[in-house]
């Protein structure tokens, strides 16, 4: 699978209707494109912070739903964002255990590579890394997103709640470090976000 991923900031107060539009209206757009796989809107509602994840068959699929969305994710955006960044990943690692419900909490961890290393990290992440957060309690969802020609990555781990998310720190701490050891990997920012949705179809 691909992903295209959202990231936009602005004032808080005028969060709520960037995440309207993102639920509904371009929820309902993106679902009329071949190769739509699912969607995850995540949000840190104190900050001003939102995180839009479109995932598609291919890329091919990806790209020609961009032509299509550009308008109404500049009308969604528009009363809320002050600054938005459009990025394309591969899914390297997708590790669901059940799927999240609004309510979640979501740990974005960024990092960069090598790109001759992006297999050493994919490798990395699913024989290390993911075994370790299945011991977490709560896990929902992890993922690896890599794009392998500016070596960077985004690592998200998905929980069913924020108490979980918060009681998982420690333990992904450990996987990072262990992690990025093994795969050369930098970690340049960590996030937490609240889930408001998440629905991927994965058979």
């Given amino acids: 699978?691909?992903?295209?991923?959202?990231?936009?900031?602005?004032?808080?107060a005028n969060i709520g209707t960037a995440i309207e539009g993102l639920t509904t209206e371009s929820r309902e757009l993106l679902e009329q494109q071949p190769g739509f796989r699912g969607i995850g809107v995540f949000a840190d509602r104190e900050l001003g912070k939102l995180l839009?994840?479109?995932?598609?068959?291919?890329?091919?699929a990806r790209s020609n739903s961009d032509e299509a969305m550009r308008q109404r994710r500049?009308?969604?955006?528009?009363?809320?964002?002050?600054?938005?960044?459009?990025?394309n990943y591969e899914v390297a690692v997708f590790h669901q255990v059940?799927?999240?419900?609004?309510?979640?909490?979501?740990?974005?961890?960024?990092?960069?590579?090598?790109?001759?290393?992006?297999d050493l990290f994919a490798e990395t992440f699913r024989a290390t890394v993911v075994p370790r957060?299945?011991?977490?309690?709560?896990?929902?969802?992890a993922s690896l997103l890599l794009d392998r020609d500016r070596g960077r990555g985004l690592v998200g781990a998905v929980f069913t709640d924020r108490e979980a998310l918060a009681a998982s720190r420690s333990g992904q701490a450990a996987a990072r470090h262990e992690a990025a050891a093994k795969a050369h990997v930098t970690v340049t920012a960590l996030e937490e976000f609240e889930v408001i949705v998440s629905d991927i179809r994965v058979d």
Avoid at 52 to 60: I, P
């Fill in 1 to 12: 699978m691909f992903v295209r991923t959202i990231y936009a900031t602005g004032d808080p």
């Fill in 98 to 118: 059940r799927q999240p419900q609004p309510g979640a909490g979501l740990r974005v961890t960024r990092v960069e590579f090598d790109p001759s290393d992006a």
């Fill in 133 to 141: 957060l299945d011991t977490l309690p709560g896990l929902a969802r």
């Fill in 52 to 60: 839009g994840v479109s995932w598609w068959d291919s890329e091919e």
């Fill in 74 to 87: 500049a009308a969604v955006m528009e009363r809320f964002a002050a600054t938005t960044t459009i990025d």
